[in-house]
């Protein structure tokens, strides 16, 4: 499974689920955004509850942001920790080093002027920074990959997300896409 592609990969058939990163540019400063959707308008009850696991983490993590406190190394730790345990919680996997998933980087990059803008994870989350928060869980076994990426400005007390009317919820999608 690749993360990404320059050149049309297949054909999206009844049943697939379609994942599109994104991107968009305003003032000279490009973002991304990444959601998951059925291709039919309708999530299997599989993919309802491996998308659900990722909509949980991106929940989770948004919920550790505490400005001026949290690092993103932080969340990236918590992203890696809680994708394996609600893999083997729910039967995909017997343990987190058998290798049948993926769980790659989340909130590793910032929104600048470079769309990937360097981020040191160590550094700690302050207002005014724009990041990401998106976590992913691919089964290439079960041919699935959920990713949920959404923007987040850091403001004095918390955050505000900046993609939050870019629907996310299973039952907001479906009803969409129907």
Known sequence: MSFHYNEAAGTVRDGDLVLTDVGAHWNNYPCDITRTFPANGRFTAQQKEIYSMALKINKEMMSMIVPGKTT??????HYRRRGPEELLEAGY???????????GNTGNHRIGLDIHEVAKHRRVIE????????????????GVGVR????????????EVLS????REIDDIE???N
């Open 72 to 77: 993103v190394d932080e969340l990236i730790e």
């Open 93 to 103: 996997i017997s343990s987190p080093e058998e290798g049948k998933f993926c769980i």
């Open 127 to 142: 207002p005014n920074m724009v990041t990401t928060i998106e976590p992913g869980i691919y089964l290439e076994d079960l």
């Open 148 to 159: 949920i990426e959404d923007n987040i400005l850091i403001t004095e007390d918390g955050y």
């Open 164 to 167: 939050k009317d870019i629907i």
């Open 175 to 177: 009803a969409m896409m």
